[in-house]
């Protein structure tokens, strides 16, 4: 790596950072250890970090390969599923019923989107680029933008991996606490787009890394893999985020927004559980499962290392920094560390309780510093109202 840095910096600065990219696409695919987890990947990794797709503009195809699962006997045949459904029933909310009356100024120093310690502007400043008060504002405005961005395109790809996984669970129960997901994600799309649109006026193209994950899910036909990716992982990394945002931000449109959209997320992550824990536990060989801890385990690498707001960067610093410099700022900015720490307190214990954390992958996530997430609690033991007051 220090070889491919050294090489990329004697090169002329937009040609530099293509290639500084091509580098990174390489590095992810290196790390993809299980020819079976490249091959899950490396087709979505081709089209979304060499390729693309995401940014060129036009609506994105993605072939999506999966069998209907019709029960004509209609079984109540998952109890937790069934409570589910009645408790999403009953929480059900119009987004026009939010304050879109509150007027939003992203440049209000009394009223943040996000706090001012979220990016490190010390360590900015050693790398020799000094921004003004007002420069730092508009910063924050653009990672406060992007983030909502990135979660407004994450949303997208919920709704349509919870049309497919309603029609693909093997449970009628859960096909129909699935229906009501499908309305919460149309819904979570709605909002974010309504907010982003009308008071932020900033929306940013998907970031590479997670169309990467998109298009890998929407293109898997297995079933159980579907649900790993957007129930468990996804959902349960923007469950982290969202309680983040929540926990930090003043701009009170943004926060009731996010309390409710945590409501919904944490009934996902723990319909996830309940349809993949007997599944991975009982209905897997030891290879299947073997090659689904092994994409747990890289996606969350993946959602780590490499959601690092590089479109913020280009707008900003694509001459003023190398991006070896802003990985380092993003990485350890205390905001991003936050984010960080509360995704994986909250996606680390649900891949314990559905079985994919056994003692043959423990080691590498105590490699990579993730295994002290191991004990907390996992979604079906913790309600929204619970998540909620511990961001209090």
């Known amino acids: 790596m220090m070889f491919n840095e050294r090489l990329v910096g004697l090169l002329p600065g937009r040609m530099r950072n293509q290639v500084a990219q091509w580098f990174e696409a390489a590095e992810i695919f290196g790390e993809m250890r299980d020819p079976k987890v490249?091959?899950?990947?490396?087709?979505?990794?081709?089209?979304?970090?060499?390729?693309?797709?995401?940014?060129?503009?036009?609506?994105?195809?993605?072939?999506?390969?999966?069998?209907?699962?019709?029960?004509?006997?209609?079984?109540?045949?998952?109890?937790?599923?069934?409570?589910?459904?009645?408790?999403?029933?009953?929480?059900?909310?119009?987004?026009?019923?939010?304050?879109?009356?509150?007027?939003?100024?992203?440049?209000?120093?009394?009223?943040?989107?996000?706090?001012?310690?979220?990016?490190?502007?010390?360590?900015?400043?050693?790398?020799?680029?000094?921004?003004?008060?007002?420069?730092?504002l508009k910063l924050r405005y653009s990672l406060a933008a992007w983030m909502l961005s990135q979660f407004l395109h994450g949303e997208q790809g919920a709704l349509f991996a919870a049309a497919q996984v309603t029609e693909a669970v093997q449970f009628f129960d859960g096909k129909l606490y699935g229906s009501t997901q499908v309305m919460d994600e149309g819904r979570h799309v709605e909002v974010f787009h309504r907010y982003i649109d009308q008071k932020l006026n900033k929306l940013y193209q998907i970031n590479d890394n997670l169309y990467v994950i998109i298009d890998s899910l929407m293109t898997d036909g297995r079933w159980d893999m579907k649900f790993l990716g957007m129930q468990i992982m996804v959902e349960g990394l923007a469950l982290g985020a969202?309680?983040?945002?929540?926990?930090?931000?003043?701009?009170?449109?943004?926060?009731?927004?996010?309390?409710?959209?945590?409501?919904?997320?944490?009934?996902?992550?723990?319909?996830?559980?309940?349809?993949?824990?007997?599944?991975?536990?009982?209905?897997?060989?030891?290879?299947?499962?073997?090659?689904?801890?092994?994409?747990?385990?890289?996606?969350?690498?993946?959602?780590?290392?490499?959601?690092?707001?590089?479109?913020v960067y280009d707008e900003w610093f694509g001459g003023r920094l190398t991006r070896p410099q802003w990985r380092d700022l993003v990485g350890g900015s205390p905001g991003m560390v936050d984010f960080r720490d509360v995704m994986f307190r909250r996606l680390v214990p649900n891949l314990r309780e559905i079985g994919l954390m056994s003692p043959r992958i423990m080691p590498h996530y105590e490699r990579a510093g993730l295994l002290r997430y191991y004990n907390g609690r996992s979604a079906d033991q913790i309600t929204g109202d619970q998540i909620l007051a511990d961001l209090h």
């Open 38 to 136: 490249l091959a899950a990947i490396g087709p979505a990794g081709v089209r979304g970090l060499l390729l693309q797709r995401g940014k060129q503009g036009v609506p994105t195809q993605m072939p999506a390969a999966h069998q209907a699962h019709f029960d004509w006997r209609y079984p109540h045949d998952n109890a937790e599923m069934a409570t589910l459904y009645r408790r999403a029933k009953e929480g059900q909310w119009n987004g026009d019923s939010l304050p879109w009356h509150i007027d939003v100024d992203p440049l209000n120093p009394e009223v943040p989107l996000i706090p001012r310690n979220f990016i490190d502007s010390e360590k900015l400043a050693s790398f020799g680029v000094r921004l003004t008060e007002t420069e730092e």
């Open 242 to 311: 969202f309680g983040v945002i929540y926990k930090q931000t003043k701009e009170p449109l943004l926060k009731e927004l996010l309390r409710n959209v945590i409501q919904d997320e944490a009934r996902h992550v723990h319909y996830g559980v309940v349809a993949l824990r007997e599944q991975f536990r009982e209905h897997l060989t030891e290879r299947e499962r073997h090659e689904r801890e092994d994409w747990a385990y890289e996606v969350a690498l993946l959602m780590r290392n490499r959601f690092m707001a590089f479109e």
